[in-house]
Structure formats: C-alpha cells, structure tokens
C-alpha cells in the first residue's frame, strides 16, 4: 500500500481547487529552532507552493513568553491571507502546547487539535481532523479494505495519531482496541487485527509474526536509525498481511496530501462556500 500514488493524485487536485478558489494560504509557527522539526515544515511549505498555495513561515525564538505566541496566533487567525495554520508541537521548554493550540481559530486549525475539532470528531461529526489519520483512511478506502465489522487496533493513543485515527475507525463501523504502553500482551492484539495502525514511534515494535494472515497493516511509524528511517512495523510483515505500508513512502505522502487538502477545506470554509458548525467559543 504505497501513499506515493494517491497522494499525487490528491495533490494534483489540491492544486486545481486553488486554481478554482483563486487564493489559499498555509501559515505554519515555529518557536525555537529544532532541525528535525524545519525539516517538516519546509517539506510543507514547498508542497503548499507547488499546490499554488501561498505560505507563511513564521519562526519565533524559544525564549519568546506565551503571551507573545498567543498574540502572534491571533494576527495569523485575523488574516485573510491565511487559511490554514500549524502550531509545530512540541513547544520548546515553558510554552504549553494546550494553550498555544486554543489560542487557533477553529476553522483555520488544519491539524485538527483544536478542542472544537477534536471534539466534534469525537461526537462524529468531523470538521477539521490531523493529516494522518485522514491520510490513513484514504490510503485504506483506495485499497478497498472492509471495514465494516472488522478488528481495528490501533498501537499509540497520541492526540495527532492514535485517538483520532481509532475515532475514524469507530464512524467506520470496525470495532477498536486502542493499545499504549500500559497494555499487557501487545501481541495477543495485534493478532486479532483485520486492520492493523501502528503509531508508536518504536522502530520494528511489530514484528512479523505479531500479524494476523491477510490483514491490513498500516505503518505509521518514522525512526531514525543508524543507515536511515524504519518505521514501527518489521517489512517481512508483508509476508503474512494482505497490505502493509513501506516507510518511507506509505502514510509519509499521505500526511502532506491530507494537510493540502485540509488547508483547501479551511478556504471554503473562510469563503463561505461550506459551512463551519457555528459556535461561538
Ligand atoms: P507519540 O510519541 O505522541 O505517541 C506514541 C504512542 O505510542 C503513545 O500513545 C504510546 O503510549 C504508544 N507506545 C509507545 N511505545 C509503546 C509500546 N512499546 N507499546 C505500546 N504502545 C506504545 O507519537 P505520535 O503519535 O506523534 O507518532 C507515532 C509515530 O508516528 C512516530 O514514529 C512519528 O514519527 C510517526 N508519525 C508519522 C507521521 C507521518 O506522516 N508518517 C505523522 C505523525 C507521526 P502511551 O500513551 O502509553 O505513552
């Protein structure tokens, strides 16, 4: 189950909504100057510029008060230019992720961790939901993997992976066990999973013979190892699952793709054209 494919296609039509649109424009923050972290964001920013989107790539030093980044959200989510914006999590030392996250206009939070977006796709009705989860679903729809009715397990309960992508699982009907670190025989889950999310950030945690024959298994994982990436799940897993996504080039692509598309989500809603559910927060 490769994203390469999808995603492009995704893109190309990110790419013609602005056309359509006329402008759209991604903001991402960034406090403090953490390498990896800019690694992420210019990938974002060059997908955002090759989609014909505009992009606005705020750096704040790490020293800057809360008060500041707040103040320097509440610029982004008064300009019109700006449809999408990105908190890069974590904050350096002192910042609270929580607050900087609620001081984002709902309707601009692309990443979904807003509260409102969180919750609203806890009640079911997604509004704004993280990339990746979102990238999953589509990687998992165009490969026509049954979900109705079938075991999800999900390995990792963050609030950007995990929860959200167990959420999109539910609305679809599988039935899902959500693991972490306190659960007592990973493997005995994993398993009994049709559909298999691993998103735990531990190279290779999964390994072949912790996955069901024919399953779906989808690789979230990106570690950094000596002589390059790997993701959470062992490539001899592909032996016995029916789908199993390659890191790099599974979910990686897909969480790009989702954030365009998110971003374009975010213009219609500013201009008007779909409706954000009116509550005033
Ligand atoms: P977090 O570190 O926020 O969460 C990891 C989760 O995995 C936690 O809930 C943790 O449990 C659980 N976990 C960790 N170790 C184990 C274990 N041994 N057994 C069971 N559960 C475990 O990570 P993220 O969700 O942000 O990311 C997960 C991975 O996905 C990372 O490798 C990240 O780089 C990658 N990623 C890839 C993306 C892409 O575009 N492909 C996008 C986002 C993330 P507990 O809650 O108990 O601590």
């Given at each position: 189950m490769k994203g390469g494919p999808l995603a492009e296609r995704i893109r190309a039509e990110v790419a013609d909504d602005v056309r359509e649109l006329g402008e759209v424009g991604l903001a991402t923050v960034q406090v403090g100057e953490d390498p990896a972290s800019a690694i992420y964001i210019r990938r974002k920013h060059e997908a955002a510029h090759e989609a014909g989107m505009s992009s606005v790539d705020l750096k704040l030093p790490a020293e800057i008060s809360q008060e500041e980044l707040v103040a320097a959200v509440a610029e982004l989510n008064e300009d019109?230019?700006?449809d999408g914006i990105l908190v890069q999590l974590p904050?350096?030392?002192?910042?609270d992720d929580a607050l900087a996250v609620a001081a984002i206009d709902p309707v601009k939070d692309v990443d979904g961790v807003h509260p409102f977006n969180a919750g609203q796709l806890y009640l079911g009705r997604p509004t704004h939901v993280p990339a990746t989860p979102l990238g999953i679903m589509a990687l998992l729809a165009e490969h026509k993997v049954?979900?109705?009715g079938a075991r999800a397990v999900v390995v990792g309960r963050s609030d950007i992976v995990g929860k959200p992508v167990a959420h999109l699982l539910l609305q679809a009907n599988a039935t899902v066990t959500i693991c972490h670190?306190?659960?007592?025989?990973l493997e005995r889950h994993t398993l009994d999973a049709d559909v298999l999310v691993v998103a735990?950030?531990?190279?290779?945690?999964?390994?072949?013979?912790m996955v069901k024959s024919g399953s779906a298994v989808v690789d979230v994982g990106i570690n950094r190892v000596e002589g390059g990436l790997v993701g959470d799940?062992?490539?001899?897993?592909a032996e016995r699952a029916a789908f199993l996504t390659p890191v790099?080039?599974?979910?990686g692509p897909m969480t790009i793709a989702m954030l365009l598309a998110n971003t374009v989500r975010a213009a219609r809603y500013r201009l008007g054209l779909l409706a954000f559910p009116g509550v005033s927060l």
């Open positions: 019109d230019g700006v904050l350096p030392g002192g910042l049954m979900l109705d670190t306190h659960t007592d025989d735990a950030g531990v190279p290779e945690i999964v390994t072949a013979d799940v062992d490539p001899d897993a790099p080039g599974g979910i």
